[in-house]
């Protein structure tokens, strides 16, 4: 899975490298070209007394001020571009960290059938990869519609323990299957809530009330990506862990 | 520096989504034998019978959380082996008991990939 980005990453540092070994020989250069120009303007001033004209001098240092102003054009060009790949090389190695977040979340989230497990890795990803500090998680009882709270991380408890109706309010928008974000943070509301989804179905509501404070900068894009996916697959894997349970039922009663 | 020894790290986190996600950081990085515990008591069987080279723990553990860890490492198995302590627990508070305790490094959660790895390779002198 990360052959790709390691090789691009690979190449990117070979570039690195080059683009490093060319601004050094710039560097170089350069101050060789001071070097000649100091030199050149000692010999002008000596040269005012030995009779040689000045003139050319003058040209020719004019030409080697014009040559220095295009190399520092040049390196200012390929320390914009060092730069560059920089950022793309970070860009990356955030990218290559999400994937491998998205791919164990999946891994985890499928690894067994038993309810409690299934919540229990949903709660470990909210919590160790997403940041979560206080969250509660509802499941729409089938039998009567309403949400009811699945799991609850909270230790005052006090919190999203409420299960409104899905049509109301917040969980109106989340009920049709859209995320919801505060314009303004308030006391009470969550700062993010994601409808969990079966075939455009909602079947259950993650809510987000408070992130863990050494997380800077609150819920990242990265972080929705990752809520996005929990989102898809922990309602499949949750349906998948409910039928398994009914069937067991089922069976114990034949 | 030596880039052709394989270090032996045991990760011990009571979260397998956890220990699965680090030991995929660092498995990346080549040059990790890895192992893993999911509390506090089954690392320290592991390290009294085995050889490690370093120890990343969780704090927040059943039976045996990560800072009793820390201090039997010290103290019961008198082991100067490397700590990093990987944990939920952000306050200024918990990183001086960490570290108070003998951890050598306290990073925090959620869990920062290039982060752990700098720290990995820098604790084990495979970079600055």
Redesign the interface.
Known sequence: M?QGP?REKDEVFKTLTQGRRFMEEILRENERLRYKILHLEQEAIKSGGMGVPRGNLAEENKALREQLDTISSRFSTLAKESEDFLQRYRDM?RQ??NL??L???G??LH?SIRQEDVLA?IS??L?????A?VFTLWLVNQSHGRLEVASLNDEDGVLGKEAPPLAHGILKEVGEGRNWEPETAEAGQPLMAIPLQIESRTVGVLAIYRL????EGGISALDKDLLGLLAAQSGVALLGSRLFGQLKQELKTL | MNEHKSYRILVVDD????R??IK??LQ?DGAYQLSDAKDGLEALDKLAKGSFDLLLTDVNMPNLDGLGLIAAVRNQLQSSIPIIVVT?R??EKDRDRGLELGANTYL???????ALSKAVGKTLGRQG
Do not use: R
Request: glycine share 6%; net charge negative.
């Open positions: 990360t390691e190695e290559n960290e491998l977040n791919y164990v979340s891994f985890q690894s890795v470990e990803i919590l160790n990869l997403v940041g500090d863990l404070t050494q997380k | 979260s397998a989504t956890v699965q996600l995929m950081v990346k939920t952000g306050a925090t959660k959620p869990i920062d990939g290039s």
